[in-house]
């Protein structure tokens, strides 16, 4: 664990994580790609939940392990566990961003709705409180008057991001997958380019990509066909048991004691049954 609470540290990882995000050799436009070697883990959302991430990076030991990627998303707005208990998701994000720098060709982040409404200045409330107010007197919390500096290096980052990765034996990830209703107006072309302005706004496909929900299994296996995708995996809804499955689609959560992440080998296929049965709990992790 590094020293997140030196704000010069903290900016110097969330641009360097950026320029490498932007800069990923197996990205083009907004798509990561992986090849047939290897293995990938794949997290639910995380939510600044330290403990389930000290876990993943235990498990991936990536200082032994350079064929492994792992993939992360939607790292802020942490449920505080009281009213009067800050958001301190900022350390969460800053532990990652430093992960980036440290292994860069192993540590790939996607973008998320929590993510994007703290870019976009869009609000979010739950149970009454603004999760952007409180992501940002967590900062101020953390960083005191070094707190803009701070806010600006987040928002490069969080402005870099892909949106979603696929392997070559057919999985596909990415925070969510957009609602039934936008398929028809969904670009798929949003993919093979940088999400404009226009893509992040409400109506756009990178919006709609991650914000998406209601998925039936046919909606699930129309984009499978569509895509030729054997699976999906994505976060985005809340999983108290840490999984669920509809049809093609496995939905992950890493946010919680019942968390959950998911390691594939990339040189086999896998039937979602199998890819099920692969669902790892953190508290498995020593
Ligand atoms: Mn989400």
Not at 103 to 116: C, G, K
Request: some cysteine; hydrophobic content about 40%; proline content about 4%.
């Amino acid at each position: 664990m590094i020293d997140v609470t030196v704000a010069e540290t903290a900016c110097g990882h969330l641009h360097e994580a950026a320029q490498l995000s932007r800069e990923d050799p197996n990205r083009t436009g907004s798509l990561l790609t992986f090849g047939s070697a290897g293995q990938v883990v794949m997290t639910g959302d995380m939510h600044g939940h330290l403990g389930n991430f000290e876990k993943l990076q235990r498990f991936c030991a990536l200082e032994r392990s350079p064929g492994r990627s792992v993939i992360l998303h939607e790292l802020i707005h942490q449920e505080p566990e009281a009213s009067d208990q800050p958001d301190l998701s900022i350390d969460l994000l800053v532990q990652v961003a430093a992960w980036k720098c440290q292994f860069p060709d192993n540590v790939f982040l996607l973008q998320s709705n929590h993510e994007l409404a703290q870019l976009r200045g869009q609000e979010i409330t739950k149970g009454g409180r603004s999760v952007l107010r409180d992501f940002e007197q967590g900062v101020a919390l953390r960083y005191g008057a070094q707190a803009e500096t701070v806010l600006a290096a987040v928002y490069k980052y969080f402005a870099s991001l892909p949106l979603a990765a696929r392997t070559a034996n057919g999985v596909f990830m990415c925070h969510s997958l957009p609602d039934p209703l936008a398929f028809d107006v969904f670009d798929e072309a949003v993919f093979e380019r940088e999400p404009t302005a226009d893509d992040l706004a409400p109506g756009g496909s990178a919006y709609s990509l991650v914000w998406g929900r209601f998925h039936s299994a046919d909606a699930v296996e129309y984009l499978a066909q569509r895509w030729g995708v054997e699976a999906f995996l994505i976060g985005h809804t809340p999983q108290e048991d840490g999984y669920a499955r509809v049809g093609r689609l496995l939905i992950l959560a890493s946010d919680h004691a019942h968390g959950v992440f998911l390691p594939i080998d990339l040189s086999r296929k896998y039937t979602v049954d199998e890819l099920e049965r692969n669902i790892r709990k953190f508290v498995s992790v020593e």
